[in-house]
């Protein structure tokens, strides 16, 4: 079993997500509608997934249902290249997202891999979208 295969795995037999992986945005905003509640909304990067057109995604997204959505980025880890990760962190923060994620144990990194230090060290960049909220 690779590792997304394993986390997913891991998911589906804490959470039973599953049960809801096919609910829609609809239902999705319904249900905060009748929760008052606000949701963040996490551009989840995976293998070979496209980041770029994930961030874009959310922030269209979120842009829709600023009330009740808030959005997080993400950057392409398969192949990490800092030039392109620091792209990516600009553009997040374009996009108005308030931070970025990382799933490290999907690559087969340790959290602390020294391969992530320009992301972490970096990630400031993003701060500048959520300045004022």
Known sequence: ?????????????????????????????????????????????????PADALNEAVAELVADQPA????????????????????????IADLGLVGVGVRPAFFDMAIDDRRLYPVYGSARRVRRADEGR
Request: hydrophobic share 45%.
């Open 68 to 91: 009740r959505l808030t959005g997080v980025g993400t950057v392409s880890q398969q192949r990490l290249e800092v030039p392109r990760v620091l792209r990516q962190l600009d553009r």
């Open 1 to 49: 079993m690779s590792p997304p295969e394993r986390l997913v795995a891991g998911y589906q037999a804490a959470l039973g997500v599953a049960d809801t992986a096919l609910a829609g945005v609809s239902e999705l905003l319904a249900e905060l509608e009748v929760a008052d509640a606000c949701a963040v909304v996490h551009a989840e990067y995976e293998w070979g997934a």
